[in-house]
């Protein structure tokens, strides 16, 4: 259907101010882009009534327009339908993840931005904080929860802050698995129970991550992993790399990557 648009001629309504896009004009554009990650430039080069500067501006209209009704497609299923999950989902894993029916990870995108200098009495200026240690970036950062069946059912805000804990505190996610039907899988990052949080009567959830290896020193020593927690590392890493996948087609699609940032919000 791409050559029906290219073909089209977009009749744009001028006033004083600015130019009025038609909304087929601005929906094409948009999608787009998420969908083949091409250059503003390249896209312009195709779209006569499209500036360059134009794309960006159209892409980031459109999304916060369709934000509202586009966040209702993305819901945490209801008490049954977490019954119905768990039934489901039994078959893709061991038996001693009975229960685990999500996987949740949290990912990094790389935004355009400057520096900007520290204020007065602070050691890091507002775009310092932006800046990723990991991958040595500029970025911001979510946090999703997926079924394993690759679903997503639960979409952070977008945050400056790079520990996937803290994302995971900070948006109660903890709470979304109270009480304990369904079970979550997560890397190294996660703590799902933390000692001081059940000490002080919070239920327990069912979470999982990777048994630690044990560091040098301990190897060093002859301590090494058991079989079993080989295998449960194994079977683990095999259920939670669906969120990877989730993240690398919405990388693909340019809906998480280089995306441009205005303000400091």
């Not at 038609?22 to 499209?50: M, Q």
């Not at 992993?225 to 194994?234: H, R, T, V, Y």
Request: glycine content about 6%; charged content about 25%; hydrophobic content about 35%.
């Amino acid at each position: 259907r791409v050559g029906a648009f290219l073909e089209k001629t977009w009749e744009l309504s001028h006033s004083s101010r600015n130019s009025v896009h038609p909304t087929d004009l601005l929906l094409f554009v948009t999608l787009f882009w998420c969908k083949t990650g091409l250059s503003e430039g390249l896209i312009s080069s195709f779209l006569a009534p499209v500036h360059q500067r134009d794309v960006i501006h159209f892409v980031l209209q459109t999304l916060h327009a369709c934000g509202p009704a586009l966040r209702r497609e993305i819901q945490f299923p209801d008490p049954a339908e977490q019954e119905r999950l768990v039934e489901e989902f039994n078959k893709m894993h061991s038996a001693q993840f009975a229960g685990f029916t999500a996987a949740v990870d949290g990912t990094e995108t790389k935004v355009r931005r400057g520096y900007e200098l520290p204020e007065e009495g602070q050691s890091k200026g507002p775009r310092e904080n932006e800046y990723s240690v990991k991958k040595k970036q500029p970025s911001i950062c979510w946090t999703v929860i997926v079924l394993l069946n690759g679903i997503i059912v639960k979409l952070s805000k977008a945050t400056w802050n790079h520990n996937d804990q803290a994302q995971w505190n900070s948006e109660q996610m903890r709470d979304l698995f109270v009480p304990k039907k369904m079970g979550v899988f997560g890397d190294s990052a996660y703590t799902f129970n933390p000692k001081g949080l059940l000490a002080d009567g919070a239920p327990e959830i069912l979470g999982a991550r990777p048994v630690a290896r044990p560091n040098k020193k301990a190897r060093a020593g002859g301590a090494h992993m058991s079989p079993q927690d080989k295998s449960s590392n194994l079977d683990l890493s095999r259920s939670r790399v669906v969120v990877e996948n989730v993240y690398a087609q919405l990388k693909h699609w340019s809906v998480l990557a280089h995306l441009p940032v205005k303000g400091s919000d």
